[in-house]
C-alpha cells in the first residue's frame, strides 16, 4: 500500500492522490497488477452492455435484460480491483496470495462470461434448467459461487491476522469491510440455495422473485470492503494524527454497520416471508 502523504495547506492534495494511485499500479505484485487489468476489463465489458442496451433496447428488469452483463460486469470488475488493493494490507505469503487472487480473479471472469453468454442468447442465467446447456450453467455459475465464497474467506481470515506494516485505521477499515464481505457472501448463498429449491419445486418466476427480497442486503455489506478502507486511504492525505483516523474509521464502520443491519433485517423478513 501506499504510505501516508500529509495534506497541504491549501486543501486536499488532489496530485499527491493522483499520485499514490499510480504508484499501486507501478508498485504492486504481478498478481495484483494482473487481477487491475482483468477488473478493469470487466467493467469496460459492463459499460460496453450499457451501450448495447441503449442500442438494442428491451427491459432492463427482469431475468431476461441486458442489465445482467451490465451490473454484473461493473460489480465483479469493481470488486476484483478492490480485493486486489485491500489484499496488499492483508498479511499473506507470496505464494497463498497468487492462488487466492488468480482463483478469485479466473472465478470472477467466468461468472461475467456465464452471464454475458445467457444475456446474448436472450435466455435467463441464473435458476434456468430449461435444456442441458442452460443447466451447465446454473450448475458452473452456483459453483463459481462457491469459490467467491472459498476465497474471500480466506482472505477474510487472513486480514485479522497480526501485520503491523499497515496503519491501524487501514487494518481496522479491511477487517470491518471483510466482516461485511462475509455476510455478504451468507446472503448470496441463501439467494441461490432459496432459489435452487424453488425452481426444483417447478416454479422458476417464483425463484427470482423470492431471491430479490435479499438483494438490498447483499449490496449493502458487498461494498463496505471498498467505502471503509477507501476512507481510511483518503484519511492519509489529511493533517490527522493516526489515532484520529482511527476514530474517524470506527465512526463510520459503526455507521455503515447500523444501515447495514437495518437493511439487513427488512430484507431477512422479506426473504422469510416471500
Known amino acids: 500500500m501506499a504510505g501516508p502523504v500529509e495534506a497541504s495547506r ?6 499527491a492522490a493522483v499520485q499514490a494511485l499510480g504508484a499501486f499500479w507501478t508498485d504492486g505484485r504481478r498478481v495484483e497488477r494482473a487481477a487491475y487489468a482483468i477488473g478493469a476489463a470487466l467493467m469496460a465489458s459492463g459499460l460496453l ?4 442496451f ?5 427491459p432492463w428488469t427482469g431475468p431476461v435484460s441486458w442489465r445482467k452483463p451490465v451490473t454484473f460486469g461493473l460489480s465483479f470488475g469493481l470488486t476484483l480491483l478492490t480485493i486486489a488493493w485491500v489484499s496488499a494490507s492483508v498479511r499473506l505469503g507470496d505464494r497463498a496470495r497468487t492462488a487466492i487472487l488468480g482463483v478469485f480473479a479466473a472465478d470472477c471472469v467466468v461468472e461475467v462470461a456465464l452471464i454475458t453468454l445467457q444475456a446474448w442468447r436472450k435466455v435467463p442465467s441464473h435458476f434456468n434448467e ?11 455459475l452456483a459453483a463459481g459461487g462457491g469459490v467467491l465464497v472459498v476465497t474471500l474467506v480466506a482472505l477474510a481470515v487472513a486480514s485479522f491476522r497480526r501485520n503491523e506494516e499497515v496503519a491501524p485505521s487501514m487494518r481496522l477499515a479491511v477487517r470491518s469491510g471483510f466482516a461485511a464481505l462475509v455476510l455478504a457472501l451468507a446472503s ?9 429449491t424453488t425452481v426444483r419445486s417447478g416454479d422458476q418466476q417464483a425463484a427470482y422473485h423470492v431471491v430479490a427480497a435479499l438483494k438490498p442486503a447483499h449490496f449493502v ?11 481510511a486511504w483518503l484519511l492519509t492525505f489529511t493533517a490527522l494524527p493516526e489515532p484520529r483516523r482511527v476514530r ?13 443491519a437495518a437493511v439487513i433485517a427488512i430484507s431477512a423478513f422479506r426473504f422469510a416471508t416471500a
Open 10 to 15: 491549501g486543501g486536499f492534495p488532489v496530485a
Open 49 to 52: 452492455h450499457l451501450a448495447v
Open 54 to 58: 441503449a442500442v438494442d433496447g428491451g
Open 130 to 140: 430449461e435444456t442441458a446447456f442452460d443447466t451447465v450453467v446454473t450448475r458452473m
Open 188 to 196: 448470496g448463498a441463501a439467494m441461490i440455495a432459496r432459489g435452487v
Open 221 to 231: 455489506t458487498m461494498h463496505a470492503i471498498l467505502v471503509l478502507p477507501l476512507l
Open 248 to 260: 474517524a474509521v470506527a465512526f463510520a464502520s459503526g455507521a455503515y454497520w447500523a444501515v447495514a
